[in-house]
């Protein structure tokens, strides 16, 4: 049944986009997706972070650290700010978690909220940050320096004070000390979201996948990225994962959750960048050339998944 509920949530999708008349289908897509990502995600988030363990907080750190390592390593290929944000700006929510929910369990994703939190805050660190500094070498004049930075530093502030999932780990921070009453009386509320998050995201995966339309060179520039993500994030996890075993034998750390659900720290390596990109592309240099490199992305993303799913079963499933 692991493997036999999300494929069916996706064929749900599938079948509406392809029953459905175009704009209601594009509606109930709009819908699913501000209800997972304005209420649902946010709960999920509150809930996992006040009653966190340690894996949390590593997982959020380690995740920003990669994203880091791999806008530098995107530097050596294109100095193109949306092709960089693209490779480390990653869609972890609405294709993220449904995934990680379905196939390895509330466990799991408990430790992949982690991850999406560190790429939430980066992401929006790292794309102000780019955006504007394209900007500057635009046509921006030396005398206008410091102001722009003194901006910058202040966009980057405003985006994270008002991103849902920062709002979210605030609120769960504050709910900490609540933590064992969440575990004994909310933990059946948990499981029934956890399972509307796999099906809602799912679906909307399956909508997206029948409606996908793109030229070939779109989807050849998506994979070469996609390979690179790959590639990068394989070998950051191996050391990661590493690091955490030699935490756990010899310094007394224990990291149980993280080594006990190893594949969601690779999972990462195979999704989308992020649709925010377009919003700060939009705003910040007033184009729209995020779009296809995202929608190519997404479309990529769901091979890979359907790949890497079962290859990670097979690696981790003793």
């Known amino acids: 049944m692991g ?4 494929l069916l949530y996706l064929g749900v999708g599938f ?29 999920v988030i509150v809930y996992i972070v006040a009653t966190s363990r340690p894996e949390l907080f590593f997982m959020a750190a380690s995740t920003m650290v990669l994203m880091a390592l791999l806008v530098r390593c995107s530097g050596f290929f294109t100095n193109d700010p949306v092709q960089r944000l693209a490779l480390v700006y990653l869609n972890a929510g609405i294709f993220g978690i449904p995934v990680v929910a379905s196939f390895w369990g509330e466990e799991a994703v408990r430790l992949y909220v982690g991850a999406y939190i560190g790429n939430s805050v980066m992401g929006n660190i790292l794309g102000t940050s780019l ?11 030396t005398s206008r320096t410091k102001p722009t ?9 405003r985006s994270l004070l ?10 769960g921070l504050i709910c900490m000390p609540t933590g064992p009453f ?3 009386h909310a933990a059946g509320i948990y499981r ?6 796999s099906f809602v995201g799912l679906m909307v995966l399956g909508m997206w996948l029948s409606t996908a339309r793109l030229h070939r060179t779109d989807l050849k520039q998506a994979l070469g990225w996609a390979v690179l993500r790959v590639v990068l994030v394989s070998v950051y996890s191996v050391g990661i994962l590493t690091a955490a075993y030699w935490m756990h034998t010899h310094t007394g750390v224990h990291l149980d959750q993280l080594l006990a659900h190893p594949q969601v720290l690779f999972i990462l390596g195979v999704l989308p960048p992020a649709a925010n990109i377009v919003i700060l592309e939009t705003h910040y240099r ?19 998944i359907a790949l890497a799913v079962p290859i990670l079963q097979l690696m981790f499933s003793g």
């Open 3 to 6: 493997m036999i509920l999300p």
């Open 15 to 43: 079948g509406l986009a392809t029953l459905l008349p175009e704009h209601w289908g594009n509606h109930l897509k709009e819908s699913a997706s501000a209800l997972l990502t304005c209420w649902i995600i946010p709960t």
């Open 131 to 141: 955006m504007r500094r394209e900007t500057n070498t635009d046509g921006l004049t």
């Open 149 to 157: 930075q003194k901006a910058a530093v202040s966009a980057v502030l």
């Open 162 to 171: 008002t991103n849902r999932p920062i709002v979210a780990v605030a609120i």
């Open 182 to 184: 969440l575990n004994t």
């Open 192 to 197: 029934l979201i956890t399972w509307v998050f």
């Open 286 to 304: 007033h184009e729209g050339t995020a779009a296809p490199v995202i929608a190519a992305g997404a479309v990529v993303s769901l091979g890979m």
